[in-house]
């Protein structure tokens, strides 16, 4: 009996021995397991975050893209104007010089075309595109045609100047501000230049020249009027130099330069307008030659300047 039960303690023994070495594998697997599943979901998260990014990115890219701007001459007097875009077009408009704009159909298209004719004389073309998104782009290009009559509006200071010619003799030339009465000019010849005041503010001058056949051209542009500022330097006997400068507008910056160096005053950081309107300053000479440059700026950025020297 004791025999027996011998017998059956090793039996359990042993059992007990399989069942460690089988339970060790399968813990292992488990663990195994549970790491794959768990590097599977990470690579998931990771792939699914960069085709996210890269998604995020292009649209983005396709958001930022913007018009873009064709203008082909197709005769010496005629442009096409083309805008295409990957979306659908909001507003384009052109015009030339400072004129008024005119307005080009999209009807939300993608691809606009429209014939453009060159004016004659030298002019520039101004194009605008925009998509519902808000980008825009702008374009430029200057133009010069010659026709049987030219004219071409520069400005000079505080004045235009008009400049004429013609295949033809040119009887005369009218040109009015706005509405006003016309101005008649005599020409009786092929070319002309006249010089005309320029009213303050911003007003449309209108150019009509007429040449013996009775061809006429005719030429819009509007002006913005500035008029430069008052200045004079002096001073006041031996001691120093003075400036004094004036403008409707005010005075916003006084630049000198005395035997080479610079001085700025901003009086727009110091000064109310109205301050600013009638403006004075001194500085000391030195002993001998002073050479002096001096520079005032209004509110409209239009500048005269004084070059000179002063003994001391």
Known sequence: MNQILSVDNTKNQKMKKNKIRN??????????????????????FLIGTGSYSMYKESAQKITNTKPVI????????????RVTHDKAID???????????????????????TPIQLPTGTNTLNVYASDA??????????????????????????NIKVAVDGKEQLLYMTYRW??????????????????????KGLHTLTVIVV???????????????????????????????IITASDDQGIKKVEFIVNGTKYILDLARVYD??????????????????????????????SETFKGFVNK
């Not at 488990?30 to 599977?40: A, C, D, E, T």
């Open 211 to 241: 040449d013996e056949n009775n061809k006429t051209e005719t030429k819009k542009q509007e002006v913005n009027g500035v008029t430069k500022p008052k200045l004079n330097v002096t001073t006041d006997g031996s001691s120093n130099f």
């Open 23 to 44: 339970s060790a594998p399968l813990e292992i697997n488990i663990i195994l397991k549970f790491f794959s599943i768990v590097l599977l979901i990470f690579g998931i």
């Open 273 to 302: 307008l109205e301050d600013r309107k009638e403006f004075e300053y001194a500085y000391g000479l030195v002993e001998g030659r002073n050479d002096i440059e001096v520079t005032v700026y209004n509110e409209n950025d239009v």
């Open 91 to 113: 507003k384009v408009y052109y015009y030339w010089n400072e004129e008024e704009p005119t307005q080009v159909q999209v009807n939300g298209r993608k691809q606009v075309e």
């Open 70 to 81: 064709y203008v082909e001459q197709t005769t010496e007097t005629d442009v096409l104007l």
């Open 178 to 199: 706005d509405e006003e009465e016309e101005t008649k000019v005599d020409i009786n010849d092929t070319s002309k230049e006249q010089i005309i005041e320029i009213p």
């Open 133 to 158: 998104n808000g980008q825009e782009i702008e374009y430029k290009k200057v133009y010069t045609v010659k026709g049987d009559i030219n004219i071409d509006i520069t400005a000079e200071g505080n």
